[in-house]
T-cell receptor, first 111, second 111 residues
Framework: DAGITQSPRYKITETGRQVTLMCHQTWSHSYMFWYRQDLGHGLRLIYYSAAADITDKGEVPDGYVVSRSKTENFPLTLESATRSQTSVYFC??????????FGPGTRLTVT | AQSVSQHNHHVILSEAASLELGCNYSYGGTVNLFWYVQYPGQHLQLLLKYFSGDPLVKGIKGFEAEFIKSKFSFNLRKPSVQWSDTAEYFCAAHTGNQFYFGTGTSLTVIP
């Protein structure tokens, strides 16, 4: 199916563990984004990618790592999860005229 | 740093009431503006966008927004809300390669 998907949809992990959130889009959009959504903060940009092998930091990149070896995939890794990283994570891709298409989100709980 | 402010955190309206949600952005240069909606349990969807031209833009589901450059504002309006408009609404600004979102306004429409 065309669109943007995220996996897993829900994840519980322990402090200190490495976690990878997956994002896949079928449109071949060049730009992809990772946001976290927290109460009182709205959506904050973590990282974005302009194309395969091109990534850059957003507003809140600390504690996160991204890669983009293929245009359609943009995984986000928490190298050593902390409780402050408990959040809902949204991936998005950008089509024409700056319109973003969002995935369904991953709810991550760090215990 | 750029920022987007949404002054109304939670709005409760009766059906058929008029809606206006405030949005202000801080960037003084060229900026593209958006309103997104997130219905309960769903991902974010684009309501409308402004790039240039007519400062009054119309979006889906009867929503419109007015760009007032002198006030750095991009308020969202709807003449008559419906119960199905209950959702979270996010204003966003795009400059360069980054997007900045407001903290969101939760709208509850009472039948």
């Amino acid at each position: 199916d065309a669109g943007i998907t995220q996996s897993p949809r829900y994840k519980i992990t322990e402090t200190g563990r490495q976690v990878t959130l997956m994002c896949h889009q079928t449109w071949s959009h060049s730009y992809m984004f990772w946001y976290r959504q927290d109460l009182g903060h709205g959506l904050r940009l973590i990282y974005y990618s302009a194309a395969a092998d091109i990534t850059d930091k957003g507003e809140v990149p600390d504690g996160y790592v991204v890669s983009r070896s293929k245009t359609e995939n943009f995984p986000l890794t928490l190298e050593s999860a902390t409780r402050s990283q408990t959040s809902v994570y949204f991936c998005a891709s950008m089509g024409h005229i700056y319109e973003q298409y969002f995935g369904p989100g991953t709810r991550l709980t760090v215990t | 740093a750029q920022s987007v402010s949404q002054h109304n955190h939670h709005v409760i309206l009766s059906e058929a009431a008029s809606l206006e949600l405030g949005c202000n952005y801080s960037y003084g240069g060229t900026v593209n503006l958006f309103w997104y909606v997130q219905y309960p349990g769903q991902h974010l969807q684009l309501l409308l966008k402004y790039f240039s031209g007519d400062p009054l833009v119309k979006g889906i589901k009867g929503f419109e927004a007015e760009f007032i450059k002198s006030k750095f504002s991009f308020n969202l309006r709807k003449p008559s809300v419906q119960w199905s408009d209950t959702a979270e609404y996010f204003c966003a600004a795009h400059t360069g390669n980054q997007f900045y979102f407001g903290t969101g306004t939760s709208l509850t429409v009472i039948p």
